[in-house]
């Protein structure tokens, strides 16, 4: 039986290369990717909790979170997409258009 | 049935048509809802005088006007003796003049205007002698200055007339700061602002004293000083009297009517009005009688050296209207509303056949005109009846009215008395001889005014030449020919019993204002009588003899006193008295205090400082807008570890 905490470190460890790809890298698919890591490092927290406090609403809410991540993806690829169109880019520091 | 309410809402009924349709649809004949309020007027005055003089007394609240807590007035209207003589005076005066103005208005671009706010000007002046209140009194007393202020500047485009016109609404504002401090007073004191309850409580008031900005002084002193600031504006007494001959910009029937007839002795009204408040305080009748005396000396020599046909007859209201508050101020008020009541009609008809003359000759300056007789016989007629009757000459109205305030200055108890009595003897002097001056210098001699069309005369459509010069037509003269009638016999009704005469009128306001207390014997009323008669007829033989025969003396005069004559001629520096010490200040803190500081740096600044400072705030905030996702990743990461942070210390 593999206990909590393992499960626990792991998801810490999926997280932290979520945030730290997303901050780092500057191919906006790559932060996309990373974006799904925390999200999925979220799920893996969520389902061991759930399973530990033997609390299916954890399971529930993962599975949520899988649902909103799918459209998420499915959005944000499409602007990705449209972007690319534009600017011929996948680099963000290239898309400033909003600069104050 | 309140058919009497007609009196003061016909007018304004008319006045309501003429501005809405006064310019487009009436146009040339917006004077006849004007004229046929007027003359309605008139006629529900002369239906409901037999029950007044019968004595029946309409006083009527018609409904709640404003109620506050312990505050409650009405509109409602009060018609006693005191009211009746005004009304008698205001409708007549204005339905002669309101058809005077047909003929002397006609043509002119702002036909429909004049008589709207003619009409709007009855109206007020009804409500303010029909109020029952001080305080409707009060909403009168504001619109006809209102109206006062619209007629003078009715020449507009004329900077002379636009300037009169606020001059005179500033200066009325002077008094009308007391006036208003004098409402308050009424209401702190006795709780109302009815006539009835204030006047009949006005007596538990004496004696007592109230702290006023620091000084204890005499309540019912107060309270009729600050009551006469507000006559002493409106009837154009010394020191706020300088406002009244400017006021001569306006067009003539509006001087005749609201300057002369009716407006200006509305503070004659009210000191009589509230007689039972000032009878209380010795101080304020002597300062009314003093004031009212010192005015009218000062005004009838201001007028012996003036020009102008309507300044010098504007000095004369002045003038007159101080014989009334000389009167007022001794406690004659009966003799008092009696000049008021004969007053109206010979200045009335003064002014309205000096308008006569204007329509003539096309100029106000009596320098040129000169030989008018043969051609205006009726203006001339009725010029001389208006002055021998203002001049006080047995028999005519003025003689009795004038004749009946000396008497009343001589024989009062009031300690200025006697000192009054000098002064208004002086101006029964006067008074003929500036207003025989005036006529003798306008209709006799030779014609001294320009011959060809001059364009920089005094008016727009230029001079005409003496074979031009017409009567004027029939619409003007006869109104005159009726105010000559009133002018002459208007006066009948209160001849003194020494002369045999009943002296119904002093009998009719008896209810009202009372009747004071002389001391005297017949002898000396006969003796006083014949004093200033004398007088008179040595004012009108002088002016004869200086203007009539030897016609270069008073030339020769005014160099021999050449000191007096300009100070005179300068009507005292008083203008520029008020310019240097009033106007000029007031207009550097404007300048200087007010605009540089006040507005430029604390409204501007604070006007234009809240957006700039927002504007360059937002400038460095938008800098936080970088456009890099990741910038705003960091931001969001920080935040989250901040707040997870935070919540963790806390916990």
Redesign the interface.
């Known amino acids: 039986m593999v206990p909590l905490h393992w499960y626990m470190v792991l998801s810490v460890v999926v997280f932290a290369i979520g945030?730290f790809g997303?901050?780092s890298r500057?191919n906006?698919i790559i932060?996309f990717m990373s974006i799904e890591l925390m999200l999925n490092a979220v799920n893996i927290n969520l389902i061991s909790m759930s399973h530990y406090l033997q609390d299916l609403r954890g399971q529930i809410l993962a599975f949520f979170v899988i649902a909103v991540a799918a459209a998420e993806a499915a959005i944000g690829l499409a602007i990705v997409i449209a972007l690319f169109r534009n600017k011929a880019t996948a680099h963000?520091?290239e898309?400033?258009?909003?600069?104050? | 049935m309140k058919y009497y309410l007609l009196i003061p809402f016909l007018p304004l009924l008319a006045f309501i048509i003429n501005i809405l349709l006064g310019k487009e649809v009436l146009r040339d004949k917006a004077h006849w809802p004007s004229i046929l309020a007027v003359v309605g007027s008139w006629l529900v005055t002369m239906s409901i005088l037999p029950d007044i003089v019968a004595g029946k007394v309409i006083n009527e609240d018609l409904y709640s006007w404003i109620v506050s807590g312990k505050f409650n007035v009405s509109v409602g209207f009060l018609i006693d003796p005191l009211t009746a003589v005004m009304l008698v005076v205001v409708t007549t005066c204005a339905s002669l003049i309101h058809i005077y103005a047909v003929g002397y208005m006609h043509g002119d671009t702002g036909y429909y205007r004049f008589f709207a706010y003619m009409s709007l000007f009855t109206f007020c002046m009804l409500m303010l002698v029909m109020a029952n209140n001080f305080l409707q009194l009060y909403f009168g007393w504001e619109g006809v200055g209102l109206c006062s202020y619209f007629l003078i500047g009715y020449y507009f485009n004329k900077k002379s007339a636009a300037d009169a016109g606020k001059k005179a609404f500033i200066v009325n504002r002077f008094g009308d700061f007391g006036f208003g401090i004098g409402v308050f007073m009424i209401f702190l004191t006795f709780g109302t602002l009815h006539y009835v309850p204030v006047f009949q409580n006005a007596a538990g008031i004496a004696g007592q004293t109230v702290n006023f900005l620091g000084w204890n002084v005499d309540l019912p002193t107060l309270i009729a000083l600050l009551l006469f600031c507000g006559a002493v504006g409106k009837s154009a007494q010394i020191p706020l009297h300088v406002w009244l001959p400017d006021a001569m910009e306006g067009p003539t029937p509006v001087s005749a009517l609201i300057h002369a007839a009716t407006m200006v002795t509305a503070g004659v009204f009210l000191v009589a009005r509230c007689n039972p408040i000032f009878n209380l305080s010795e101080i304020a009748m002597s300062v009314v009688a003093v004031i009212g005396a010192l005015t009218m000396f000062f005004a009838a020599t201001i007028a012996i050296t003036q020009n102008d046909i309507k300044r010098i007859i504007a000095y004369s209201t002045c003038s007159h209207l101080g014989y009334m508050f000389l009167a007022c101020g001794v406690g004659a008020y009966s003799a008092g509303i009696f000049h008021l009541y004969t007053h109206a009609f010979f200045k009335a008809l003064l002014f309205l056949a000096a308008g006569s003359v204007i329509h003539a000759v096309h100029t106000n300056d009596i320098q040129e005109m000169g030989g008018l007789k043969k051609y205006m016989p009726i203006t001339y007629a009725v010029f001389i009846l208006a002055g021998l009757s203002a001049g006080g000459f047995p028999g005519l109205s003025g003689f009795f009215s004038k004749d009946e305030i000396i008497w009343s200055a001589y024989a009062s108890h009031s300690p200025v008395g006697k000192f009054v009595w000098v002064l208004a003897l002086a101006g029964a002097f006067f008074t003929p001889f500036y207003t025989f001056r005036l006529i003798f210098l306008t209709f006799h001699g030779k014609n001294r005014g320009a011959h060809h069309s001059d364009p920089h005369s005094h008016d727009s459509h230029g001079s005409h030449g003496e074979h031009h010069i017409h009567e004027s037509p029939r619409v003007m003269t006869i109104p005159l020919m009726f105010l000559a009638v009133g002018a002459v016999a208007a006066g009948w009704i209160g001849i003194p019993p020494i002369l045999g005469g009943g002296a119904h009128f002093a009998e009719f306001l008896k209810p009202v204002v009372g009747h004071p207390e002389f001391h005297g014997t017949h002898a000396e009323e006969f003796g006083v009588m014949a004093l200033s008669t004398t007088l008179a007829l040595i004012g009108l033989g002088l002016a004869a003899f200086l203007y009539l025969r030897k016609s270069d003396l008073p030339e020769k005069i005014t160099k021999a006193f050449s000191g007096v004559y300009t100070v005179l001629y300068n009507k005292y520096y008083i203008d520029e008295l008020y310019n240097y010490t009033i106007v000029k200040p007031t207009l550097w803190i404007a300048n200087k205090v007010i605009l540089a500081i006040t507005d430029a740096r604390i409204i501007e600044g604070v006007v234009n400082g809240v957006p700039g400072s927002i504007g360059w705030f937002s400038g460095k905030l938008r800098k936080v807008q970088t456009g890099l996702a990741q910038h705003y990743g960091i931001m969001m990461a920080a935040g989250a570890v901040f707040i997870i942070a935070l919540v963790l210390l806390l916990r």
Do not use: C, S
Request: hydrophobic share 55%; net charge neutral; aromatic share 8%.
């Open positions: 945030v997303f901050l500057r906006i932060m963000v520091d898309m400033k258009e909003m600069q104050g």
